[in-house]
């Protein structure tokens, strides 16, 4: 009667022992994964910029709330220098938009480190040029082309263009 019990410990620890091993293989398992590299660069008053860390760069899209109209931002911050960002709705994926008129919902705008802001403001007539290159579920890559005053002092402009790809960090409603 003892030998039995064994035996049945011994098969009972043997099938818990290999359950485990299969359980630790599948969470071990990789699927094969696609690396991006992320950028966000392009040229601010003349000068170069490249927004290194990618935690710094994101890109979201949305859907409003009331509306259902869907919505696309990009942006870049680099500590010391400051924040640029894209704002703008009717995103459909690859195809061209513009955001600083008084047609389209939108904006874009640079945020220095020394808390001056400048917008494409639809009153100045020049609305900016967003291309987006390439779009899917989780990527975002495009071309801009800005002419933005600052808010305080209309007759302060600055250009700044570039071109971004970077992943799609969520999905949400707006209010």
């Not at 690859?94 to 220095?112: L, P, R």
């Amino acid at each position: 009667m003892k030998a039995n019990y064994y035996f049945v410990l011994a098969v009972i620890i043997l099938a818990v022992s290999c359950q485990k091993e299969e359980e630790v293989k599948e969470e071990l398992e990789v699927e094969d994964a696609i690396v991006y590299e992320e950028f966000f660069k392009g040229e601010l008053a003349g000068k170069k910029f490249e927004i290194e860390n990618p935690e710094y760069k994101e890109a979201n899209r949305s859907v409003g709330f009331e509306s259902g109209i869907p919505a696309l931002s990009v942006w870049g911050y680099e500590e010391g220098w400051g924040e640029m960002g894209i704002y703008f709705c009717f995103y459909e994926g690859k195809g061209s938009y513009t955001t600083g008129n008084k047609k389209d919902v939108g904006y874009s705008y640079f945020w220095d480190a020394e808390d001056n802001y400048w917008e494409d403001l639809p009153q100045m007539n020049n609305p900016s040029e967003i291309e987006i290159t390439y779009a899917d579920e989780n990527i975002v890559e495009g071309t801009f082309n800005v002419v933005a005053y600052n808010i305080d002092d209309t007759t302060d402009v600055i250009e700044f263009k570039g071109s971004f790809g970077v992943l799609i960090e969520k999905e949400g409603d707006e209010n």
